[in-house]
């Protein structure tokens, strides 16, 4: 994706690690990768054909199979189903003449489903040649298709979504979104030198954003001590987490002070590259990012000697994700980065010591990057007046679901459920989901707590790693565990049994409960074999792919019990009859 | 290198700084189940999970962790072995494993860790996924039906120029492992042999080598890696008075074999013939039940409609219900057919079949006959079962043991060569 003036740069780049960029290049030319394309890379890099078909088929914005002269992804996550998901799809088939999951026999459009692509604030959703088009409905999916059919391209016709920016601390308190000025981070470097800037970041208690939060101070003072060069820094921005955008917002209203965080990053550890790693979904967004990476370069802020500091040599390049969600996770990351399968390492080193080439490595989220250059720009003191003690400073969070004002929300840490919601005019929530798929479902008699970092065992606050999702009593819980664990059922990445198979099967057993052949001892051993996959499983992914499970059921006890029998002591279990005949019942003369 | 101390449930062990935890183990007598570990293979894969302990404190696999002077491992709470029997049941769910009908009986990693942790049954539903079994590649046969996606062929196996053969392809519950057409072709037939006996299932098979050992002479067959199968043999009960019980027997969708494997109780079957009577079993050929049964023993699961009718009057009928067999269990042979619509299965073997004649192409259907099921149903699924006896089939002892075990209170242990089967 790099233009070819910093290609140079990246000398430590082995060719294998530009194996993605070749892919992408054929599947927007070809509209798939062919074999043919497969054996010319896999003399290229010296491997053989099934390790590139490996990763081919690993990536699902990559197809094995011609996916249409326009490609449409619809999303499919939980807040495009009830947005009404179904209705868009028949619509997308009936007028491009493809169904779901393959192209029209004429190989002019291509339709297939997608999990959350960063739009949930304007669903339903969708990409069409991987540019967003938003709150589609049928008429507008039939002008959009016309369109299309006339000659028009994706490009020109596409929606570019509002930003959405709801709200920001009263008092022009608002950190992310103040206003930005190219440099004025950097300019503060020369004099904080490494030890000022780490000191910045130990006293405003920044941690990883990306929702691990794991405090950014240590992983940079950790990365800094090890001698090994070149050392890497490296912005996750595959933000997957299903309900989550507010990455998207940022690298579309502040790519600037993400970019300057990460300088900030290279110059404290002494890293000489760095990459942003931007999912697949986010395409759209890549010209933006290198435009700005441009400016950087032309008023001498990145490349040689940055800002005059003598030996501060830094680059940044961009690599683009293909659509898998394991891939935010920070050692499948640099796997992908590599250009190999994105599976997770296992944890022999962390990235800080042994990361991108096994060289040190930081790895850090769009917004901790954000919040490291708004940090150095007003410094510390001004930061920590926001927010509560021990928690201090704002977040991002985004909202979706049913409001009336879905988007971002930039709170101050110690806000309460009920505070956010009053904001964002929740409509009679009952089930809200905290941080994505993985994170932790909220019964609305719990709106008293707070959100903030100070979420130890005695305390009853909440983190939030960034995705809100409201759904009101109306909505069926077991339909959003089923859409939640039918996306861990395609995203795991394979490796481990527990996830690969424990998905599918939790999946079974959920669909148990949809067809009411379900009674309590279901729900235990739901919840117990929910908790073998929380204990075994290799990555994050599989650890908290079934967080949602076991809390609803712990949670929505009058759900549950209410829809549920009680244990079934009777010697004849329940037994869908007529189902189980239906298919020999056809051949009924 | 420096010998360390390290305790495994509270008892100090000794080994060599940085030795592998599963071979440290083993080297001081304590049993870690393990599937993906493969000694060669460094980095270890860390696939499976199978062997999932409590490492100074934290659940991780041993096959992860390395020896160092004070490494406390917690490996046979109740707990982890439930946990680490969970995983392996669950790839007895996730795949399709009939090994009654599999070359690698025998030599099979993955059937030899179901019978050490003593497995009769998975506690998931069985997933029948259709796998592909894939005939194209020169030497081999990929079986993906019985592959557990541990990965050893993948690290291990390489031509000669270090090209990978072995591949995984697509992701989530589509996971498969991939082969090189072109590279597995240039493998020489000792790599290619070599390959299939790194696979710790039938997945890989080399044609015409999968049978280079008979049945019976296997790794696995007669050895259990625990020394608690190779003694703690009880002494032959006391044959005190017992009362004379009824029992009533039936086979469903199985083939008759657990029946005919019952009979193999020889000479004994006339001591047995004295304390017990038969009502309703195809011994007696009686065809209804006459009165109310202690015992019922069902081999074989449901397959039709009339299968449901008769196990539901067995269970109302009989006081214990005991099933025996892989089909009763969870679906054995006849569920091969499980991972195929049943149009499918219909149509081609009435309607496309070339034996089918001009004109007599329909699929049998009369209100008379019963109605055959979308799929093959364990028992359990049906009614509520009591025991369970797995194999293919149950050796006669144990069937008896079981019998008399619940008839009449009588102890009972099993040999490991009692139980292993298939």
New interface residues.
Partial sequence: MSTDVHQNFFVVDPERSQLLSALWQHQLQDRHISREAIKRLAEKYQLSEIEIEGVVSFYHFFHLKPAGKHTIYLNKSITAELKGFERIRETFERETGARLGFTDPSGTFGLFATPCIGLSDHEPAALIDFYPFTNLNALKVKDIINKLKEGNSAAEICDIPQENIRYTPANNRTIFFAPYTRGEAIAKLATLKQDGVLEQLKRSELSGRGGAFFPTWKKWDTCRSYATSPKFIICNADEGEPGTFKDRVLLSNQPGSVIEGMIAAAYTVGASYGMIYLRGEYRWLAKKLEEEIEAFHAQGLLGKSIAGIEGFDFDIRLELGAGAYVCGEETALLESMEGKRGEPRTKWFYPVEKGYLQLPTVVNNVETFAAVSRILQLGADEYLKRGIPGSPGTKLISISGDCERPGIYEIEWGLTIAELLELCGGKDPYFIQVSGPSGEPISIKEKFRRISMLDLKDQKDIRCGGSFMIFNSERDIVHILMNFSEFFKHESCGVCTPCRAGNFIIQRKLERLQNGLADMNDLKELKSWGNLMKTTSRCGLGKTATNSIIQSLEKFDDYFTGRFAKTDNSIIRKFNHQLAVADYERYKP | MATCSFWIDGKKYEAEEGTNLIDAAKENGVFIPSLCYFRHID????????C?CKINGR?DPAC?AYIHEGLQVEVNTPELVD?RK??VE??F??GNHFCPACEKSGNCNLQHMGYELGISVT???H?F?DHLIDYQPKRMIMEHNRC??C?RCIEEVL?TDE?????????????MI???Y??EARLTDEQAVNAMNICPTGAIIVRGKSMAKPFGERAFDMVSAQKQFKHNILEKPNKGNFEKKTIATVSLAGCFGCHMSMLDIDEEIMDIAELVSFNKSPLTDIKNFTQRCHLGIVEGGCCN?EN?ETL?KF??MCDILVVMGECAVWGGLPAMRNTI???EC?EEAYLNCVTSEQGEN??P?HEDLP?????I?SC?????VDYMIPGCPPTATHIWKVVKSLLWGEDYSLLYSEFKYD
């Fill in positions: 980095p270890p894969l860390g696939t499976c999970r199978t999932t659940n992860t946990m969970a995983l669950m790839m769910s996730e506690r998931f539903p997933l996924k557990i996606k990965k031509t090209k990978r053969v072995f591949m995984s392809l697509n992701r989530g519950n589509e996971t991939g082969i090189d072109e590279q409609t449901i539901k269970r109302e619509p049943l149009g219909l329909t699929v259907y109605k055959i099921l979308d799929r149903y359990n699924e049906i009614v509520k």
